[in-house]
């Protein structure tokens, strides 16, 4: 019920407007009458009317004051001004300070009926709106995390970097503050879990040690921060110079509170300072590949870049421009690039006179390597790594006597790898097909299915399964999807079901606007055209 003050100086008058319509049937409600403008400014507050019937001529305070003085407030009161036809000038006047209508002495009933159900019609639309917005506002703040999460992980691969002097708003927006001549990068990897049993105890023990990072840097640097694609948790840091001394202090009382605290212990890779905002990405590959030589050094310690090129570990025998040769060739599944570019490889590392730590490091790099190519196809690692399916594989690699040991092990691996993927490749394809279309058959009326959903039935990488869907039926996921959804629709119809509503949130559709353009799509109608064909 939409609620109804009536403000006019003629008692008879609103009496006899009180009983004019049927107001509770047309959705209305009388809450309150005034006899002059003061009297109704009094009650504004206390009714909270919807709408507001109000008299141009009245004593003490007119009607014109009284709306100029209730528009100051914040109530979103609709006005309709009741006016002679001497008065017709000060009506227009009204109409231009933003009153709804105008309704002329004696009243039409029709008249004021038909102004009521506009402004009804109106304030449905105005309260709908808002719904809206308050909706996405509340979207908004759920997904922030996310959308900041994915600008750090950007910024830190150096895939998309943010001017901030351009960008303020939207930093502001998603909570980032990075106002600071230099820029460092710190990354904390828990060394292990393995004395937690649950994913829940682990993620606590995370989120633990987050806190921990973030109370020892944010009383003295602004800082943003998010979990890498490795779940590794990293700090991108504004600091007033590209001196690390303070932040090894800092990170040092972070490492010792962690295992004090918590009985863990992490270690700490610490990237160097610089002025640049897109060299954010080079100072988190710098505390990555400090973080690398905790295999060699061991763990529970802070390593920083700097330090490392100083004790001349700086130089990487397994390079970015190796790695995506490598993760080429075995993509491809090219034998006689793969040889040329082991033998290339290993000649490189012994013209270099490379020192065991730095093989050590490159032989890991070539394991994470074949592993990440696994794991990108979906094949299980127990097969390929038999050999050292029961032994840490830094030990294992440790044990080797000679750089040709090395050699021997890693080419075999290498091409263990390349023939256990290519091998399957072909029929594992189609059964992942099957699979992922037998899936969408059983869930497709669950309107929140997505993509990443289908990856992780088969589990598979969310982008090869798309690439691997298409090459194989020539159609994307989407669209599949799309196509069973509308299909299902359809059968519905053909059935009986004449409610669309009904049957778009039967085949996985929560806006049945959305509903009915797939549907028009693919069918070439409308919905409700087709029920109507039907009938």
Known sequence: MLKVLIVDDEYYFRQALKISLPWEELGFQIAGEAKNGEEALALMSEIGPDIVLVDINMPIMDGMEFIQKAKQSE?????????????????????????????????????????LLEIKNLIDKEHSVKLD??????????????????LLNEWLQGSRVIDPLSSTDRLQYLGINLDAPFHMVIVVNIDSQDDLVTKEDMHIRKLAVQDIAQEFIQNTYSFASCHDTNDRYVMIIGVPNASYERMEAISEAIRKSVQATLGCTVTIGVGNGYPAFESISVSYQEALFALKHRFVLGGNQVILHSMIAESGMKVSLFSVERRIGLLMNMRIGNLSETEEWLTTFFQDARTKNASTEMLFVAALEIVSTCLEFLDEMSQSFEHVFQDTAQTDIFQFIQQMNSLGELERWIRNLILKVIAHVHGRKQNRAARIVDEVKSYIQSHYGNEELRIVDLA????????????????????????????IRITKAKGLFDQGEKIVQYVASQVGYADANYFGKCFKKYIGITPSKYVNNIQ
């Open 133 to 150: 917005y308050e909706h996405l506002k509340k979207q908004a703040k759920e997904h922030m995390p996310m959308l900041k999460e994915r």
């Open 456 to 483: 992780k039935s088969v589990h598979m990488n969310y982008n090869h399964l798309c690439y691997v869907f298409k090459k194989e039926t020539s159609i994307t996921i989407n669209d599949y999807l799309t196509e």
């Open 75 to 115: 109530q979103e009161t609709k006005f309709i001004m009741l006016t002679g036809q001497s008065e017709f000038v000060y009506a227009k006047m009204a109409v231009q300070l933003g009153v709804f209508n105008y309704v002329l002495k004696p009243i039409d009933e029709d008249e004021l009926k038909n102004s």
